[in-house]
T-cell receptor, first 113, second 114 residues
């Protein structure tokens, strides 16, 4: 019953450091998504991958890069972390057919000092 | 641009006191409206999908309804374990690479006191 697994669960970085957030799903889903959640802002889409081998920008992609490593794994990279990127990051996946819901991991809480 | 507004921002109920949460949306063409529950320190957990006006879905004490402009999440005789943040999201009809994208509201924080 793993579903969507995110690592690490918590991380503290200094401004300018780089980091990769990992996400893996075991539900054989085609589509995967990265969101950030900030107080008063709701969940905002950073990047998504509709299928293996494709990635596209979401609402707030600046400062991030992604890699769809294979069907199971979708990573999010911060090349040079900034305090404005302090947030809770959620990965989600979806089977891919019309109107199927997205299923979320439990998030990575990232603080940038 | 798709928009979702949830109200109220926070709702405090006594156990057994029924109420409703509102999700108003503006979307070019609604493909689906999704309700999620989020507990502190956890990711959103899927509850319902509604596809067209007039549709209703139920699960235990929760009932979701949909009109052309808004959705309601009705909570009947709530219990303390129903305390959580409830999120509403819409998926619009769009071609190209917008496949499966959701626009979320800010959520309603529900607290049920015993």
């Amino acid at each position: 019953n793993a579903g969507v697994t995110q690592t690490p669960k918590f991380q503290v970085l200094k401004t300018g450091q780089s980091m990769t957030l990992q996400c893996a799903q075991d539900m054989n889903h085609n589509s995967m998504y990265w969101y950030r959640q900030d107080p008063g802002m709701g969940l905002r889409l950073i990047y998504y991958s509709a299928s293996e081998g494709t990635t596209d920008k979401g609402e707030v992609p600046n400062g991030y890069n992604v890699s769809r490593l294979n069907k199971r794994e979708f990573s999010l990279r911060l090349e040079s972390a900034a305090p404005s990127q302090t947030s809770v990051y959620f990965c989600a996946s979806r089977f891919g057919t019309a109107n199927q819901p997205q299923h979320f991991g439990d998030g990575t809480r990232l603080s940038i000092l | 641009e798709d928009q979702v507004t949830q109200s109220p921002e926070a709702l405090r109920l006594q156990e057994g006191e029924s109420s409703s949460l509102n999700c108003s949306y503006t979307v070019s063409g609604l493909r689906g409206l999704f309700w999620y529950r989020q507990d502190p320190g956890k990711g959103p957990e899927f509850l319902f999908t509604l596809y067209s006006a007039g549709e209703e879905k139920e699960k235990e004490r929760l009932k979701a309804t949909l009109t052309k402009k808004e959705s309601f999440l009705h909570i009947t005789a709530p219990k303390p374990e129903d305390s959580a943040t409830y999120l509403c999201a819409v998926q619009a009809w769009a071609g190209g690479t917008s496949y499966g994208k959701l626009t979320f509201g800010q959520g309603t924080i529900l607290t049920v006191h015993p």
